[in-house]
């Protein structure tokens, strides 16, 4: 990881934690969320029993991917919807325009796809003359602000209402300023209600790939993700290739455990099941599907056993509401496509640790997210291994540990395995207390300077234990 | 820290059972800034009749570089503690945390090295200082104090790691003239996780500001925990707060470790 990256990093954190409005927009969300998730929950051992469960099917599926992958692709091809592998962001990129050039498209809507910001799918089809339509309200929103998602369940979630207002009123020609919630998603609508119908393709991203029955689960609640894949002649389902599962059995766990870790919802207003292009005799659906399985780095964490439960996840985004560090830097401090303790470990892998390792740094491995995650990945075990990966020397070619620091490792090191040593070093901390510097670095920028006792607890007992072998001997 | 839940429930071990002998590992922290902690586990052991071995040689678990990233420098210090505690008595610790380095991570960072079974050989018998009062020996408290008020800050290793909230209410409980008083975001982390606090030191900063916005609002006379990393950041943090004079009485408002406070509740 670069000085220069961690340096971005830390300013970010920085405005973020200055921002009294981002701190209250998120803070009131994340309590909102988080109370949602708890209330649908409320038997903490039934709660259990559903992860366990969700846990051991994701673990089943990753168990067999490469043969489920193979699956779901002879399935969905022999219903009709075309597969293609992309195994970087490019060349799914490629894919994707070589389908709209294929259909002359000028106008592509999406719906909501954290894979589409993954491949930076908007940025690229604008450079070709392609126009991406953010179809999800939050999505919509972020991309009327020219913005990048803050969460990736709600995309929005840093701005309040006053901010979207503004947005709408400058952005959205003849729009009066209203903080009227509902008249705010009025307006949004109507703009994307007329481009349903104008639009070439509908782009969207996966919940579930079924490989049993070849069915793509989408699950939304704007009722946009059935438009998007009903109403454009070509659909384009866009993937990475951990969301595959066995069988249609599979899916109601995962679904109860998706929606109401996410949004505090028993289930989604939308449930689509998409399994086929439109078919002879039938009034709508579109003419073609197709469906991109990404890889982008995927490939690699599967080949590691621990790095493997990363793939588990089911993008509830209960790990980020529970995590006391997004909730106060909120998601565009994290600089990345996912952010929250899934993005933490998620991205080193997918951009490298010299780039992102970096992310693991915030964290005080205080286990909120673990506890949350409703397939049980071990989240902190995962940030202290991208910890681990970015120090070992043979992953990483730039230099991640200052010169402070590691001669600060070197002293801890030796002190801590030479107890004569120690107990020398502690001795003199404790009766030379006036000496110690009324400042130490960045802990007392805002703590005062931790003061050693005036007897360590290694010279405390040694008296006390000397006192009572003579009282004994008495 | 394993999300796992804890299986090896320390409840299931008969409550009869009281060892003559325990391990003191005091932990770095309170070595050097809460010996007074340490040694008040000595005392309510002593009274409880049990002898107290603290082995001079011990220094620390190895969590610093074990959170670090530096798993070959925390197996270093690890491998060094692991042969002084060979007999086959209780370890009792004084913190959740590195209660939770010895439990759960010994096992994951000696796996596959020689020192692998001795490992999880005392990870089976190390015990957080209150799920040992609790859970196998059953003790009985008698406050000596005058009434009070607390909030209670349980560290993260408290409430997901050792899983010793429980013990930990039981304990205070027992005491007849104290109240403990609930605070908001009480799961919440208090913002120390070591390194953490000086690598990210602003956010780290933020969360110990609003956990003592939070223990303070419960208008208790002060907070206790178990775990000295907090206290070490929250009264750091209350400390600036406060300074440089102190005008009223709230500003007093500091945390002191369980087995402190407990000693000095019921010393005769």
Redesign the interface.
């Known amino acids: 990881m670069s000085q220069d990256s961690r340096d971005r990093f830390?300013v970010r954190?920085?405005e973020a934690?200055g921002d009294t409005e981002l701190r209250q927009n998120f803070r009131g969300a994340m309590d909102f969320l988080t109370g949602k998730r708890a209330a649908m929950f409320p038997d903490a051992d039934a709660l259990?029993k559903l992860r366990t469960q969700g846990a051991s099917i994701r673990k089943r599926a990753l168990a067999k991917l490469p043969d489920l992958l193979e699956q779901l692709e002879n399935r969905c091809t022999s219903q009709g919807i075309r597969v293609h592998w992309a195994e970087t962001a490019d060349e799914a990129n490629r894919i994707i325009l070589g389908i709209a050039q294929q259909r002359k498209a000028r106008l592509m809507v999406k719906g909501k796809s954290m894979v589409s910001e993954e491949i930076d799918l908007n940025h690229f089809m604008a450079l070709q003359g392609i126009r991406c339509l953010e179809s999800d309200m939050g999505e919509y929103i972020v991309q009327l602000a020219e913005e990048t998602p803050s969460h990736i369940i709600m995309p929005a979630i840093h701005k309040n209402t006053a901010q979207i207002a503004r947005l709408f009123h400058e952005r959205i020609p003849a729009t009066d300023y209203t903080e009227d919630v509902d008249a705010l998603i009025g307006i949004g609508r109507k703009v994307l209600r007329e481009n349903f119908a104008s639009a070439d393709i509908g782009l969207s991203g996966v919940n579930f790939a079924i490989a049993e029955t070849g069915t793509l689960c989408l699950v939304e609640n704007e009722g946009n993700g059935r438009m998007c894949t009903t109403v454009p002649p070509v659909h384009i389902a866009l993937t990475g290739i951990e969301k595959v599962i066995e069988k249609l059995d599979d899916l109601p766990p995962l679904l109860t455990l998706l929606t109401r870790s996410a949004t505090g919802q028993a289930i989604t207003t939308y449930v689509n099941m998409i399994s086929a292009p439109r078919q002879p005799g039938e009034k709508d659906g579109p003419e073609e599907v197709h469906l991109i399985l990404l890889d982008n780095g995927r490939s690699g964490m599967f080949a590691d056993a621990e790095l493997k439960e990363t793939l588990a996840c089911i993008r509830c985004g209960a790990c980020m509401n529970h995590c006391?560090?997004y909730t106060?830097?909120g998601g565009h401090a994290y600089g990345s496509t996912y952010p929250g303790p899934i993005g933490q470990v998620l991205m080193p892998r997918l951009n490298g640790l010299d780039k992102d390792g970096n992310l693991a740094?915030?964290?005080?491995?205080?286990?909120?997210c673990?506890?949350a995650?409703p397939v049980?990945?071990?989240?902190?075990?995962l940030i202290?291994r991208?910890?681990?990966?970015?120090?070992a020397p043979r992953t990483t070619s730039t230099r991640t540990q200052s010169w402070l620091e590691k001669q600060l490792?070197r002293a801890?090191?030796y002190?801590?395995?030479h107890?004569p040593a120690?107990?020398k070093l502690?001795w003199l901390?404790?009766r030379t207390q006036a000496l110690i510097p009324k400042r130490l670095?960045?802990?007392?920028?805002?703590?005062?300077?931790?003061?050693?006792?005036a007897?360590?607890?290694?010279?405390?007992?040694?008296q006390?234990?000397l006192r009572r072998r003579e009282s004994r001997s008495e | 820290m394993s999300t796992e839940r804890r299986t090896d429930n320390a409840a299931a071990r008969p409550t009869q059972y009281k060892p003559r002998q325990v391990y003191l590992f005091g932990t770095c922290l309170v070595d050097v800034f809460y010996p007074e902690a340490g040694m008040s586990v000595v005392h309510l052991l002593e009274r409880e009749g049990i002898q107290v071995i603290y082995p001079q040689d011990q220094t620390c678990c190895g969590q610093p570089a074990y959170n670090s990233g530096l798993p070959e420098a925390a197996r270093a210090v690890a491998s060094a503690q692991l042969a002084l505690f060979s007999d086959p008595w209780p370890v009792i610790v004084p913190s959740a945390s590195c209660a939770g380095m010895f439990r759960h991570h010994y096992p994951r960072l000696f796996k596959g090295h020689a020192q692998e079974h001795a490992a999880t050989e005392l990870a089976s018998r190390v015990y957080e200082f209150a799920e040992f009062l609790v859970d196998v020996l059953d003790i009985r408290l008698q406050d000596t104090g005058a009434p009070t008020s607390l909030a209670l800050h349980h560290s993260c290793s408290a409430q997901r790691e050792m899983e010793v909230t429980h013990p930990t209410e039981q304990l205070l409980k027992q005491l007849e003239q104290v109240t403990v008083l609930k605070h908001e975001y009480a799961h919440e982390c208090c913002g120390f996780g070591g390194t953490f606090a000086v690598k990210s030191d602003e956010i780290s900063a933020a969360m110990a500001a609003d956990k003592c916005v939070h223990l303070q609002a419960t208008g208790a006379e002060a907070f206790i925990t178990g775990d000295c990393g907090c206290l070490l950041n929250l009264n750091g943090t209350l400390d600036k707060q406060s300074a440089p004079k102190v005008t009223h009485p709230s500003e007093r408002f500091r945390g002191t470790h369980l087995a402190t406070f407990l000693w000095q509740r019921t010393r005769k």
């Not at chain 1, 049980?376 to 075990?381: A, G, T």
């Not at chain 1, 991208?386 to 120090?391: A, C, G, K, P, S």
């Not at chain 1, 007897?455 to 040694?462: K, Y």
């Open positions: 830390k954190i920085h934690l259990e006391p560090v106060r830097i740094d915030a964290c005080s491995l205080n286990g909120a673990g506890e995650c049980k990945i071990p989240l902190p075990d202290r991208v910890r681990t990966d970015r120090l490792w801890w090191l002190l801590y395995q107890p120690y107990r502690t901390g404790a670095g960045l802990w007392t920028k805002t703590r005062s300077v931790p003061l050693p006792a007897e360590t607890l290694h010279e405390q007992m040694r006390h234990q």
